[in-house]
């Protein structure tokens, strides 16, 4: 069985930055895709950015703020994020998607990002 697990976040100010991790581990992992989701309080979670067969999208809230990138010889993911602002608050979710199915079906628990004013 798989697992991902997020790290990196943290408190910052707005205009700081953030490197956000996510590492698999379990067997031998191999995902179609790698995203990156949030989650504000009181707010339904939200795509943020993705990784799929070497391009990448973005939301357009983290839209030349964000860059995502995964190491797959490591089993790791990253989210780097830059110029942040108080809406980026929020819980980050690392997913996976496996080959053949549509929908992201692997979750982290998350990690916490506070973006002070």
């Known amino acids: 069985q798989v697992q991902l697990v997020e790290s990196g976040g943290g408190l910052v100010q707005a205009g700081g930055s953030l490197r956000l991790s996510c590492a698999a581990f379990g067997r031998t992992f191999s995902a179609a895709a790698m995203g990156w989701f949030r989650q504000a309080p009181g707010k339904e979670r939200e795509f943020v950015a993705q990784i799929w067969s070497g391009m990448t999208y973005y939301a357009d809230s983290a839209k030349g703020r964000f860059t995502i990138s995964r190491d797959n010889a490591k089993n790791m993911a990253y989210l780097q994020m830059n110029s942040l602002k108080p809406e980026d608050t929020a819980l980050y979710y690392c997913?996976?998607?496996?080959?053949?199915?549509?929908?992201?079906?692997?979750w982290g628990r998350g990690t916490q990002v506070t973006v002070s004013s």
């Open positions: 997913a996976a998607r496996s080959y053949g199915k549509t929908e992201y079906d692997l």
